[in-house]
């Protein structure tokens, strides 16, 4: 592992995309967003996923030239089409889209069908966080395991994000409803690291926490075995039915994750309680919520994204932590694709 300058990594996934035609503010916007996940720990879907979104920019899977489009108006509720267009840029301007709602109804929700993969959805929620609302939003995505009691895949990781504004550091709730995520799974077999806790099952059946074998056996485990199941099940049908859109199933019938449907609700938490009332309270929360004693001496109680604003600072000071190798191809990557 090295470390590189945040606008250094920034750069050069900008220039990479203006490789393949990608330009303007909204290759812009992609490139922060990349480099932002890596800055913020969240290297699943940082340099790790960028050679994937490259490829779908090349093979016309991912449109760049789309532009998103309002379908539906139902009150505090609409739905867009995102014309297959780069899911980074459709999420950021259908959350947007949400507070614009949010500000004249107090709450606001875009469903989005017909879009590509977002890579982080809590950059959605923090995004929403930054202008003072509560942000929530979630995609459904291809068949990733299995419902409980089953070995068949039939049901997606669903991620769900959550993010509430504080002025000390936004909490982020961002999570798939499998115990890992699929891009965890595959940077921690880059790394040749085991999980903590068992995440999913080996070829033969048995509980494992070697990502290799989950990722070879498509058997994680849902968070709470029955009840993130239960969860992804019902967040694949919402975001289909606000969306418009496909739901899991439907995408599994595909050569390949694209068109799904994503949720994106902003609710105007400074218009209902006031910022210094929103700050007190949230504040107060988090104050009890570090009196609890941590079961490891080394550890601290966290609450959630508390761990992501540490490496945020700890990446703008000393350097944004890559895997050399990832890096390197990065950088050598070619600047005269067609």
Known sequence: MLRVPFQSLNDEFYRVL????????????????????????????????????????KSKQIDYNAQPERITSLGALEQWDGKMGVGLV???????????????????????????????????????AE???????????????PPWGSADKKIGNNPLAIAIPRKDGHILLDMAMSQYSNGKLEV?????????????????????????????????VPIGYWKGSGLALVLDMMAAIIAGGQAT???GQQSSEYAVSQVYIAVDATGIAGKSILNDT?????KDFHTATPLNENEDVR??????????????????????????????????IP
């Open 90 to 128: 459709n999420a950021h301007l259908c959350i947007q889209r949400a507070m614009e709602i949010a500000a004249e109804n107090t709450i606001g929700c875009v469903g989005l069908s017909n879009t590509n993969h977002w890579m982080r959805g809590g950059a959605y929620a923090l995004q929403a």
């Open 131 to 145: 202008a003072g609302y509560i942000g929530i939003c979630w995609t459904n995505t291809t068949k990733l395991m």
């Open 303 to 336: 609450y959630p994204g508390e761990g992501m604003l540490r490496t945020r600072k700890e990446s703008l000071e000393k350097g944004v932590i890559v895997d050399e190798t990832q890096w390197e191809a990065l950088q050598a990557m070619m600047t005269d």
């Open 249 to 251: 199933h439907q995408i």
């Open 18 to 57: 203006s490789a393949v035609g990608f330009t303007g503010d909204k290759a812009k916007l992609c490139a922060k967003l990349f480099a932002e996940n890596q800055r913020d720990g969240i290297y699943s879907h940082g340099l790790n996923r960028f050679p994937g979104f490259v490829s779908g920019l």
């Open 188 to 220: 921690l077999k880059i790394q040749d690291k085991q999980l903590p806790l068992p995440g999913g099952y080996d070829s033969q059946g048995n509980l494992t926490i070697n990502p290799g074998e989950i990722l070879t056996s498509q058997r994680a």
């Open 282 to 286: 949230v504040d107060a929360i988090i």
